[in-house]
Antibody, heavy 120, light 107 residues
Framework: QVQLQESGPGLVKPSETLSLTCTVSGGSISGYYWSWIRQPPGKGLEWIGYIFYSGSTHYKPSLKNRVTISGDMSKNRFSLKLSSATAADTAVYYC??????????????WGQGTLVTVSA | SFDLTQPPSVSVSPGQTASIACSGDVLGAKYASWYQHKPGQSPVLVIYQNYRRPSGIPERFSGSHSGNTATLTISGTQAMDEADYYCQAWDSTSTVLFGGGTKLTVL
């Protein structure tokens, strides 16, 4: 059973960079896409972006200028950096395994989520 | 606003059938997936590729698709099915879209 675990600071100051890491266990990173998704308090799910195990990435257009997703595939982990954080970036952040086959793009395994608050 | 539109809320009596629709232009060409999200837990994939159920998802969860609308149906709804449900697809630029979510209440 694949398991994902997010880690990183729970509090980030405004204008600083939000950084999180997702560690994958119980399976290999190879062959899959890996995504970051967030949920602001009281709001719905928002996809941030993904990285393919080969290293290629794709980001939500409205976040593209601030987001970097990178991977350390040898250590079965990938990371999120979101620069110039504001209060609007306060959310529960999830990492998720992403299946992409035959026109389907879906998230089949999720981490437990980690709350990141942007505040001075 | 969202590129995938869902009703904010749906109510159903225990044992009855609940249906949640998701509409959007992208669904005319792309498959829909559905997630169940309970408070304090991670979302769970319940339907992908419009109608396929992942291993471990009860048979009472089913999906369908017609034109620009995908529908999640829960037959014989149970109290444990009370949750937020999100549809999801991706567009021609490989950007992932989520619907705004539907709160299912089992009365």
């Amino acid at each position: 059973q694949v398991q994902l675990q997010e880690s990183g600071p729970g509090l980030v100051k405004p204008s600083e960079t939000l950084s999180l890491t997702c560690t994958v266990s119980g399976g290999s990173i190879s062959g899959y896409y890996w995504s970051w998704i967030r949920q602001p308090p009281g709001k719905g799910l928002e996809w941030i972006g993904y990285i393919f195990y080969s290293g290629s990435t794709h980001y939500k257009p409205s976040l593209k200028n601030r987001v970097t997703i990178s991977g350390d595939m040898s250590k079965n982990r990938f990371s999120l950096k979101l620069s110039s954080a504001t209060a609007a970036d306060t959310a529960v952040y999830y990492c998720a395994r992403t299946i992409a086959v035959a026109g389907t793009f879906a998230f089949d395994f999720w981490g437990q989520g980690t709350l990141v608050t942007v505040s001075a | 606003s969202f590129d995938l539109t869902q009703p904010p809320s749906v109510s159903v009596s225990p044992g009855q059938t609940a249906s949640i629709a998701c509409s959007g232009d992208v669904l005319g060409a792309k498959y829909a997936s559905w997630y169940q999200h309970k408070p304090g837990q991670s979302p769970v994939l319940v339907i992908y590729q419009n109608y396929r159920r992942p291993s471990g998802i009860p048979e009472r969860f089913s999906g369908s698709h017609s034109g620009n609308t995908a529908t999640l149906t829960i037959s014989g709804t149970q109290a444990m099915d009370e949750a937020d449900y999100y549809c999801q697809a991706w567009d021609s630029t490989s950007t992932v879209l989520f619907g705004g979510g539907t709160k299912l209440t089992v009365l």
